[in-house]
């Protein structure tokens, strides 16, 4: 397996080359000012890569459905979406100021043909 950093946004030649099959970012949804570059560059990828998927976490702070409208402006979907309570220690769980959750997310082909 290889692996490489990703920075999104960031269109240099390599990005075009990449075939991922698993895209993996840890708690990047933490400033709107940068959504687009990531999704736009998230989405560029699952384009390129069939059958790839986006693994991320995100604390939703304010209980707001911020994923599901990405989804809808990105014409993503989420194939799974794990509550962070159901995963994280109690110790953890008990000092978390909202939610976090956990997602897996891919093309909706419905919307990329
Ligand atoms: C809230 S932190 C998450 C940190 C990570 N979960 C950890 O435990 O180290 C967000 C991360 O996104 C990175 N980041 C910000 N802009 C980025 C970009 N355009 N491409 C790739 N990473 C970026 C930051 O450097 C930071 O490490």
Same mark, same amino acid.
């Given at each position: ?11 240099? #030649? ?17 400033? =709107? ?7 736009? @560059?998230? @989405? ?5 890569? =069939?059958? $790839? ?14 994923? #599901? ?23 953890? $769980? $008990? ?8 997602? #897996?997310?891919?093309?909706?082909? #419905?919307?990329?043909?």
């Amino acid at each position: 397996m290889q692996v490489s950093g990703l920075t999104w946004g960031n269109w240099d #030649e390599t990005v075009f080359d990449l075939r991922p099959d698993i895209i993996l970012g840890a708690d990047v949804l933490y400033d =709107s000012a940068n959504f687009d570059d990531l999704f736009a @560059t998230v @989405t560029f990828l699952l384009e390129n890569s =069939s059958g $790839a998927v986006f693994i991320t976490t995100y604390h939703n702070r304010s209980g707001h459905h911020l994923i #599901e409208f990405l989804m809808v402006k990105w014409g993503l979907k989420c194939l799974k979406l794990l509550d962070g309570f159901s995963f994280l220690p109690p110790c953890k $769980a $008990a000092s978390l100021q909202g939610n976090i959750q956990l997602v #897996e997310i891919a093309l909706d082909k #419905e919307k990329h043909k």
